[in-house]
């Protein structure tokens, strides 16, 4: 792939995650969090809101990384191999995870749930094939 084309595609995967970013306020309202989640003794709770914290900073970061510093992204140097690979794998297991290990008969089969997640797997899948291909750049 052209490094122009890639960059342009790496730098919308970063708007991509900062739009999730953002849109990440209304899951739990969606999948309606406050009721499961106050079943929950305090640690596990604690520590769901915890990983959820670390979750969506990793997000932020990617969106920041690849929409203010894609070219550090595609300089060839292992770093970036590194970090591309990383993100690939990160974006690679959620689509896996979706498919392969959620329980998704507890959310409400509404037409706004059903796009929102055609969305995000389109999402993932884009983010999961950008990043792959940033990565088999830095190493070609």
């Not at 792959?132 to 070609?140: E, K, S």
């Given at each position: 792939?052209?490094?122009?084309?890639?960059?342009?595609?790496?730098?919308?995967?970063?708007?991509?995650?900062?739009?999730?970013?953002?849109?990440?306020?209304?899951?739990?309202?969606?999948?309606?969090?406050?009721?499961?989640?106050?079943?929950?003794?305090?640690?596990?709770?604690?520590?769901?809101?915890?990983?959820?914290?670390?979750?969506?900073?990793?997000?932020?970061?990617?969106?920041?990384?690849?929409?203010f510093?894609?070219?550090?992204?595609?300089?060839?140097?292992?770093?970036?191999?590194?970090?591309?690979?990383?993100?690939?794998?990160?974006?690679?297991?959620?689509?896996?995870?979706?498919?392969?290990?959620?329980?998704?008969?507890?959310?409400?089969?509404?037409?706004f749930?059903?796009?929102?997640?055609?969305?995000?797997?389109?999402?993932?899948?884009?983010?999961?094939?950008?990043y792959?291909?940033?990565?088999?750049?830095?190493?070609?």
């Open positions: 792939m052209e490094k122009e084309l890639l960059n342009t595609a790496v730098i919308l995967a970063g708007v991509g995650q900062l739009i999730l970013v953002a849109a990440s306020a209304v899951i739990p309202r969606c999948l309606d969090w406050k009721g499961p989640l106050s079943d929950l003794p305090k640690l596990m709770r604690q520590l769901f809101w915890t990983y959820a914290g670390y979750i969506l900073a990793m997000h932020f970061f990617f969106g920041l990384v690849s929409t510093g894609s070219q550090l992204l595609l300089d060839g140097t292992p770093q970036a191999a590194l970090l591309c690979g990383m993100m690939m794998t990160w974006w690679g297991v959620r689509i896996a995870l979706q498919f392969f290990c959620f329980d998704r008969t507890g959310i409400p089969r509404t037409r749930n059903t796009l929102a997640e055609v969305m995000l797997v389109a999402l993932f899948l884009y983010l999961t094939l950008t792959g291909a940033a990565l088999y750049f830095n190493v070609g």
